[in-house]
């Protein structure tokens, strides 16, 4: 059975930094590509990053480039997002996403999601 | 970037009733277009995929159309596991996934 679980979310203040981390299980982690998804409280869903099966590359939307990181640790079938310099509008639930091996863009599988909250 | 938008925003269906919702991409993306619902206090879930594809395990109640820049997603004989909200994502365009704002279906 295909897990994503996601940990290391909580209250950060502004300009600070916070790393979650997401445990994979049940599928061969190193053959896909994983994207994490964000959600803020009572909005939509927005995409924030993904990274190639093997770390070589990554992609980020325009709102986060710079500030956060996206990496894997396949030895561990582990993703990560390091966030800096966070600000309010990083407020939201952290989703860790699967991305199809037959069509790079649509999440098959997704972690239930950890909360980050950006506030003084 | 593509700009997804969908409509209604919110439907009201009574059950066992069909339901219509659109998305429609600011330019071309071919079918490249995925359908999610998600239910209150859940993730997404992955319905369809290249437009018209259902995902595994998905009823065949949930069906999708389109291509290009108009794209539907129905759901015949709405169960109450069904009222929830939907999301059309493009995955045509890269870098840079986009979703839709999203159609809350409820009771009538």
């Known amino acids: 059975e295909v897990q994503l679980v996601e940990s290391g979310g909580g209250l950060v203040q502004p300009g600070g930094s916070l790393r979650l981390s997401c445990a994979a299980s049940?599928?061969?982690?190193?053959?896909?590509?994983m994207s994490w998804v964000r959600q803020a409280p009572g909005k939509g869903l927005e995409w924030v990053a993904n990274?190639?099966?093997?770390?070589?590359?990554?992609n980020y939307v325009d709102s986060v480039r710079g500030r956060f990181i996206i990496s894997r640790d396949n030895a561990k079938n582990s993703l990560y997002l390091q966030l800096n310099n966070v600000r309010a509008e990083d407020t939201a639930v952290y989703y860790c996403?699967?991305?199809?091996?037959?069509?790079?863009?649509?999440?098959?599988?997704w972690g239930l999601g950890i909360l980050v909250t950006v506030s003084s | 970037e593509v700009v997804m938008t969908q409509s209604p925003a919110t439907l009201s269906v009574s059950p066992g009733v069909g339901a219509t919702l659109s998305c429609r991409a600011s330019?071309?993306?071919?079918?490249?277009l995925a359908w999610y619902q998600q239910r209150p206090g859940q993730a997404p879930r992955l319905l369809i995929y290249?437009?018209?594809t259902r995902a595994s395990g998905i009823p065949a109640r949930f069906s999708g159309s389109g291509s290009g820049t108009e794209f539907t997603l129905t759901i015949s004989g709405l169960q109450s596991e069904d009222f929830a909200v939907y999301y059309c994502?493009?995955?045509?365009?890269?870098?840079?996934?986009?979703f839709g704002q999203g159609t809350k279906v409820e009771v009538k």
């Open positions: 996403a699967r991305e199809m091996q037959t069509a790079a863009g649509p999440f098959d599988y």
């Open positions: 049940g599928f061969m982690f190193s053959r896909y590509w």
């Open positions: 990274i190639k099966i093997d770390g070589s590359g990554e």
């Open positions: 330019q071309n993306i071919g079918s490249n």
């Open positions: 290249g437009a018209s």
């Open positions: 994502q493009q995955y045509n365009n890269w870098p840079g996934w986009t």
